[in-house]
């Protein structure tokens, strides 16, 4: 493979190049389910070589941008058949590399597929408006030009699904794009990457450079010669990242946390609620900004949810997520997996009642795995009803009215995903204009995420600009107004 020195250590890419870092220094990326299985190695860049990596960018980009968009989009056509040709390959290695099982891994790799095919669809589209003008003999109209280099830090949660709606819709626009993938997924993102070179894109178009956030990430938010960043990750990161972007008159996209309710009313399915909080909370071990971590339901039917929840989750099985067997895998890292035994410890401490779970599992490689847990009647001042966890962790709320749950569905700082279930239509309407939230679903789980789709957070989940469909036009690129007379 191209991408490694000896199908172990892992290169950027640069300028169509896969070459080491400066520093002449790697890091580890480890199986969470087998912390001792060193999955790969990764290059560990310093500023030297972000640099070099814009300084491409910059190159490619001026050539890049005067392609036809049906020339940029055949790029992405043959991206998403190799992507498709490797699917299983690049699955396994997100199963290994963060502990998402393997049909979820495969599922999600399927996705980038879909985006990579979207995307480049895209560049058939048109671009502009014609703009009456009061001049009769003049013709005035807007055209939609793109912005340079973007700047794309992402997660390790979505190894492949956020790289790609982030870099391709970018990349179809004209811009040229530097990729910066959490360190604990820079394995899976380079074998992605490789499916950018083996099409044939140009030298300088798409870059990958792994590193340190605070090395690399916050060094593509001080770069004068990055136009925008678009980032997804912590509330914490992502204010420090947004204020360094203004700061220098650039342009930024930022997708943080979520505190996703799903409220359960009295006249609801409730078998099906019952799928959807297992669906929504614990898939993907909670490691979803658009988890159901607080699941409210009215008084009426509280205890018959409860118990119905309680049953189903008895079934579940935690393991290695290459078991065709396993609902949740393991925690993706130790620092997560401390994490949410701590916010569990804190729930139980504050007079949460711990009624499923809530203990490590443990096995004979030492993976990071954690029981389903579920808290019982959390009230809306525990940090377990405010803080986002990013684990397997539920928080049960009584309440009386759909009204009532509304307000508490609000009372956080956050407003990513949210849910009802209910066959009442002006409880459903109500939720629909109350609801503080970016992305609002009825009758069905508060995560989940169509590529066509505009996505985005309202409050603290975001920085209110929307990512995927045709909404990510919006942020990739900046309107010229054209005015023509003979």
């Avoid at 970018?170 to 910066?180: D, E, R």
């Avoid at 899976?188 to 894109?201: L, N, Q, R, W």
Wanted: hydrophobic share 40%.
């Amino acid at each position: 493979m191209k991408a490694t020195l000896d199908n172990y250590t892992y290169m950027n890419y640069v300028n169509g190049q896969w070459r080491g870092s400066s520093s002449n220094e790697v890091t580890e990326s480890n199986n969470p389910a087998k912390p001792d299985e060193i999955v790969g190695k990764v290059q560990a860049s310093t500023k030297n070589d972000l640099d070099e990596a814009v300084e491409a960018a910059k190159a490619g980009q001026k050539k890049w941008s005067k392609m036809t968009g049906a020339e940029r989009g055949n790029y992405l056509f043959k991206a998403a058949d190799i992507l498709e040709q490797h699917i299983e390959e690049v699955a396994l290695s997100m199963t290994k590399e963060m502990g998402k099982t393997f049909p979820e891994a495969k599922g999600e790799t399927a996705r980038g597929v879909a985006i990579l095919r979207y995307y480049a669809g895209e560049g058939m589209r048109p671009e502009g408006d014609v703009i009456p003008s009061t001049d009769s003999s003049a013709l005035m109209f807007s055209k939609r030009v793109p912005l340079g280099v973007v700047g794309v830090i992402t997660p390790w949660n979505f190894p492949v699904a956020i790289p790609l709606w982030k870099s391709v819709p970018a990349l179809i626009y004209g811009n040229a794009v530097v990729l910066k993938p959490a360190s604990e997924a820079a394995v899976t993102a380079a074998k992605v990457i490789e499916c950018f070179d083996e099409a044939g894109v140009p030298e300088g178009v798409m870059n990958l450079v792994t590193g340190k956030g605070s090395v690399i990430g916050q060094g593509l938010a001080e770069h004068e010669d990055v136009t925008a960043v678009t980032f997804t990750g912590s509330n914490s990161t992502g204010q420090l990242i947004g204020k360094t972007v203004a700061a220098r008159g650039g342009k930024y996209q930022l997708e943080m946390g979520g505190k996703n309710p799903l409220i359960v009313a009295d006249d609801s399915n409730v078998d099906l609620a019952v799928d959807a909080a297992i669906s929504g909370g614990l898939k993907s071990t909670g490691q979803k900004c658009t988890c159901s971590s607080r699941v409210i339901v009215q008084s009426g039917i509280y205890e018959k949810f409860k118990q119905k929840l309680l049953a189903k989750v008895e079934d579940i099985r935690v393991g290695d997520g290459l078991n065709t067997d396993a609902f949740m895998g393991p925690c993706a890292t130790k620092s997560q997996f401390e994490s949410v035994k701590e916010y569990i410890k804190i729930g139980q401490e504050e007079g949460a009642e711990l009624i499923f779970g809530g203990h490590p599992v443990s096995d004979d490689a030492g993976g990071y795995y954690i029981e389903p847990t579920i808290f019982n009647e959390v009230s809306t001042s525990m940090k377990i009803a405010q803080e986002e966890i990013f684990g397997p962790v539920l928080a049960l709320m009584k309440v009386d009215t759909v009204e009532e749950a509304i307000d508490l569905a609000n009372d956080v700082d956050f407003g990513l995903s949210a849910s009802i279930f209910s066959k009442n239509i002006d409880h459903i309407l109500t939720f629909i204009d109350d609801i503080e939230a970016g992305l609002v679903r009825i009758n069905s789980e508060t995560a989940g995420v169509e590529l066509q789709a505009p996505f985005g957070g309202m409050k603290a989940s975001s920085s209110y600009s929307r990512e995927q469909g045709q909404a990510a036009k919006e942020f990739f690129t900046t309107t010229k107004t054209v005015f023509v007379k003979g």
